[in-house]
């Protein structure tokens, strides 16, 4: 697999994972959890939120000349990523082994635990986080011996 494979297979990877999160965190929030503060902020984040999830795989699926030369290379911004993205898994997967924890009506009926709701964001997290690992430290592509 070429590292530009990789690259794509990590921008899928994570607008996956960002979809899933946004539409959890939406959820969420719409049942008072998680919003700090006003309205308007809670809206503010998940603005915020909605426009990552389109915006970090638009960055890792190509290069981009512009961001390359003022901010990151991809490959670095890559590794920036799966950094934050192993702390998210880190920290979610302290409360999917919380022995209590609060929950959510259930968009079917029920309820959802956040321990619940926390494993399956858990292992969400740890697929996209290989794909966007893998991209990351992926070898670089050799270039052509100059004659």
């Keep these: ?39 308007a902020a809670g809206i503010g984040w998940i603005l915020l939120g909605g426009a990552l999830v389109v915006l970090i ?30 702390v998210r898994a880190w920290e979610v997967g ?5 022995s209590e924890t609060a929950s959510v009506p259930a968009p079917w009926g029920g309820v959802i635990t956040f321990r619940a709701g926390a494993a399956v964001f858990f292992v969400v997290t740890l697929v996209a986080l290989v794909l966007v690992a893998r991209a990351a430290w992926a070898a670089a592509p050799r270039h052509a011996a100059e004659h």
């Design 1 to 39: 697999m070429s590292p530009d494979d990789r690259f794509r297979a990590a921008a899928r990877g994570y607008f996956v994972y960002g979809v899933i999160y946004w539409i959890g965190g939406v959820y969420l929030a719409l049942h008072g959890v998680g919003v700090r503060g006003s309205m």
């Design 57 to 86: 795989p638009f960055l890792l699926r190509r290069p981009r000349a512009w961001f390359e030369r003022w901010i990151l290379s991809r490959r670095d911004f890559a590794r920036v990523l799966a950094l934050f993205m192993a």
């Design 94 to 98: 302290k409360i999917a082994l919380r």
